[in-house]
DNA sequence: ACCTTAGTTAAACGATCGTTTTAAATAAGG
DNA sequence: CCTTATTTAAAACGATCGTTTAACTAAGGT
């Protein structure tokens, strides 16, 4: 038992190592298991499938990340009278940086597996993360809104989802845009210095003024 | 030698629609040339491989995109005291409606293909793209410089690269963002609505003021 | 000792993919 | 009308995928 656990956990290892730097449809389970160094039936005999692997996968990452947000954005409504849109978004740095305990790599992998999640399947990771966290993510939507009265609810929803992607797509193809900085900009950028710079400009861009509407 | 030209342009009309629902990977040639109603073979014939006809594909729009972005950016640049980042990004506008020309959908079609372009074959498209169009990208990030004086060039360098995934996101999971919209906010969004939306998002990120940087 | 159960392994299955091959059909030129 | 080149059609190829099967191993309980 105690090898057949570790077995099961050297699948999700290598599984989240090549998801995300791959993408889950690029990845097959054969790569899976040859990195895990396990035999290619065991995946689908401790998971069940592939997909089942997926949200496995993605399941570990979220359950330590989301209540973790929760527990930031109640910290923050204890003043809720002064609460900046960079206020609410510097509520997912922590719970970023929690990550490290489900591995030292956590928040780059999460934030890569999120990108390719939402790339590929679509609606699937958004219902499961609504059909768990839902009631997070609406409080969290809902202080943005606090924090911005002069705006509009559904203008609000799609700057938030503009700056999700703006974080997904600078997430997944970092190491490509890391590169051609360095070779444009002579000095080297850092993965934590990207999460840094996409915080101002997402800030800045949800709280814009809304552009006067002519009819 | 009429009737050949008539295949080539189904398989080619066939492949954008599909290519910009499903992506590039997730479109099979049975898919096209069912759609298409040509035969299998008739894609390895008449563009060599499937990877000459995704190339073939965004190069249809890029030759018509690209040139009418340089024309706009020179016109903006016969007034260059005054320009700000809502102009530059202006600029991308009227080549978006161009594109009408190469198909009556050909805007909604670009993005979402640039979109996939991205997620998928990440180095390949900036690769084709640079080394046919950099000169003009260039010159657009210059202009997105001379707007912003105050702000450096790396951070520039990512904040356009920020900009350009919440534009590809926002446009590849528009049409579930927009039912999810119409769930929660009644009214229906539509898909110019968006990107008008985006205009003063971006704008706003782009131009914000770099935070202190304490030592 | 035996049986049950959990876990591992190697091999094969069926499906789908991009591509190639072969031959038939078509159009053009002398 | 025949010849030639181009285009279409059908079939098969080889590779890869997720999944399943069946045999084998090793504990643990009775």
């Known amino acids: 038992?105690?090898?057949?656990?570790?077995?099961?956990?050297?699948?999700?290892?290598?599984?989240?190592?090549l998801f995300s730097e791959h993408g889950f449809e690029q990845t097959s389970l054969r790569q899976i298991t040859s990195e895990?160094?396990?035999?290619?039936?065991?995946?689908?005999?401790?998971?069940?499938?592939k997909k089942a692997l997926i949200q496995a996968v993605m399941a570990r990452y979220q359950s330590v990340f989301m209540p973790a947000?929760?527990?930031?954005?109640?910290?923050?409504?204890?003043?809720?009278?002064?609460?900046?849109?960079?206020?609410?978004?510097?509520?997912?740095m922590q719970p970023m940086?929690?990550?490290?305990h489900v591995r030292l790599d956590g928040p780059v992998i999460y934030l890569r597996l999120l990108g390719y999640a939402y790339s590929e399947i679509q609606g699937h990771l958004r219902k499961f993360t609504m059909?768990?966290?839902?009631?997070?993510?609406?409080?969290?939507?809902?202080?943005?809104?606090?924090?911005?009265?002069?705006?509009?609810?559904k203008t609000?929803?799609?700057?938030?989802h503009f700056s999700l992607g703006?974080?997904?797509f600078a997430q997944t193809s970092s190491q490509a845009l890391r590169e051609i900085a360095a070779a444009d900009f002579g000095e080297e950028t850092q993965a934590e210095e990207t999460l840094l710079k996409l915080l101002p400009f997402v800030a800045a861009g949800i709280s814009?003024?809304?552009?006067?509407?002519?009819?």
Chains 1, 2 share one sequence.
């Open 1 to 17: 038992m105690a090898k057949a656990l570790r077995t099961k956990d050297k699948i999700i290892i290598a599984a989240e190592k």
């Open 69 to 92: 947000l929760a527990e930031q954005l109640h910290q923050l409504q204890k003043h809720p009278e002064q609460i900046t849109t960079k206020d609410v978004l510097a509520c997912t």
């Open 131 to 153: 059909s768990n966290y839902g009631e997070i993510v609406h409080e969290f939507f809902q202080l943005i809104q606090q924090a911005n009265p002069s705006v509009c609810p």
């Open 97 to 100: 940086i929690a990550l490290r």
């Open 156 to 160: 609000l929803f799609w700057r938030l």
């Open 208 to 215: 814009a003024a809304e552009p006067d509407v002519e009819s």
């Open 166 to 168: 703006a974080m997904l």
């Open 36 to 49: 895990a160094e396990v035999n290619l039936a065991s995946v689908n005999y401790h998971f069940g499938s």
